[in-house]
């Protein structure tokens, strides 16, 4: 990996709240947006006198991104640029619903320079599209691929949630089938995680709604993995007669990429434990050591930025990293990386000391339970078969 740092930008709105969200976005305050990306391009601008290496890597969250017009996000962009130097391949990720998703918009994104759109299509089925709170279909999730990639947006991603109450086995085939029969390079699929005051877990507190059972969801991740990856085009065929021949790499847990050039360079600075700022309302960065977390409601944080000069004028919290903690989250965050994982050489480079010395007692645990294996390069790996109990090999590393 490269020394560069990365920028994650969190853009808080959402024109309505899916049933199933509880990250920090807000429905009917697009007034505020003016104000908001002002208080961004501060924030942002605010760490010119700290810049050292060069940006490889800028992701717009959310949230919705593609809420805000061209002329918010090139604000953004001059300032990110005006800056921090960005590298001559610097990858810019754009969060976006489908159905905001038109000619000009699109065109317009690529002038400013995002080279790669992460799309949430979450089903191709009418009905949980809808018990999901989503305001799009999949035809519109299909002809956004269409539209970004006319316009030269040709990296894009999709999300698909699977384990969704009401979710069948034969549903989630026929989302994977609808994802793969499209032009995309990432395929991100998550696993619902009901949140405490979602509106999902009120539908499930009053019966409305009843989550699938454990198993069936276990079934569902291990046919998505074993089809991605297949190049047997049988179990595709099957399914769609449309179905491209397209193979995926499976490179993290919950991540596929048509090739490594393909796999988010942002995400990995995060599975690296690599540094990066965190700008916007409730956005977390980790810079010089330093855990930052920005105050999460819209309007303190634009009030925060206004009445501060400090370095980081919004935040809420600052933990000094040590480096006890930090040797953890690379094991942790490491493991995911199913062909990376990680290696002696490196975590010996950065923090001068053996992992097997460090961690012996934790890495005899998960040999013994065989959740862990050693490539011949000495590279530390999830063992293949664990993958869907990757939790019970993470928590070693959890005091
Ligand atoms: S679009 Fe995304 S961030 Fe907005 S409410 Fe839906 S899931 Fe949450």
């Known amino acids: ?10 853009i808080p709105f959402c024109r309505t709240r899916c ?22 391009c501060s924030e942002i601008t605010r760490q010119k006198p700290y810049v050292g290496t060069s940006v490889h890597s800028v992701y717009f969250g959310g949230g919705t991104p593609s809420r805000l017009d061209v002329s918010d996000v090139q604000r953004i962009m001059a300032a990110v640029k005006d800056t921090f130097g960005l590298t001559p391949d610097v990858e810019i990720t754009f969060e ?4 905001d998703v038109t000619a000009d918009y699109a065109a317009a994104l690529a002038d400013i320079g995002i080279n790669r759109v992460s799309l949430g299509m979450q ?13 799009h279909t ?20 999709l999300d698909l949630i699977y384990g969704y109450p009401g979710q069948t086995m034969e549903n989630w085939q026929r989302s994977i089938a609808a994802a793969m029969e499209l032009d995309i390079q990432h395929i991100s699929l998550y696993a619902l995680s009901v949140e405490e005051g979602s509106a999902l877990s009120r539908q499930l507190e009053m019966g409305k709604l009843t989550l699938p059972d454990e198993d069936l969801t276990v079934a569902m991740y291990e046919y998505a993995a074993h089809t991605l990856t297949s190049k047997a085009e049988t179990v595709q065929q099957e399914l769609s007669q449309n179905t491209t021949s397209k ?20 995400n990995k600075q995060y599975w690296f434990v690599l540094p990066y700022y965190g700008f916007g309302a409730g956005a977390h960065g980790w810079i010089d050591a330093q855990r930052i977390r920005n105050e999460s409601s819209i309007e303190k944080y634009i009030q925060k930025v206004k009445d501060s000069n400090n370095r980081f004028p919004a935040a809420a919290e600052i933990i000094p990293q040590e480096k006890h903690i930090e040797m953890q989250d690379v ?12 290696t002696e050489e490196r975590f010996r480079n950065r923090f001068g000391e053996d992992m097997k010395t460090i961690f012996r007692r934790e890495l005899r645990h998960l040999e013994r339970k065989n959740l862990i294996r050693w490539d011949p390069d000495n590279r530390l790996l999830l063992a293949p078969d664990k993958v869907m109990v990757a939790n019970q090999a993470f928590i070693e590393f959890v005091d």
């Open 1 to 10: 990996m490269s020394d560069s740092v990365s920028i994650y930008i969190h």
């Open 247 to 266: 193979c995926f790499e499976h490179y993290e847990i919950s991540n596929w990429a048509v090739d490594e050039a393909h796999e988010s360079r942002h």
């Open 123 to 135: 089903s191709a089925v009418p009905e949980e599209l809808k018990r999901m709170g989503r305001r």
């Open 96 to 99: 976006m619903n489908p159905c």
């Open 19 to 40: 049933f199933y969200c509880d990250f920090n976005t807000f429905a009917g305050r697009e007034r505020l947006i003016p104000d908001y990306v002002t208080a961004l």
């Open 331 to 342: 094991m942790m965050l490491g493991l995911r990386m199913l062909h990376e994982g990680i």
């Open 138 to 157: 999949h035809e519109q999730t299909a002809a956004a691929v269409e539209v970004l990639r006319s316009a030269g947006l040709k990296n894009i991603s």
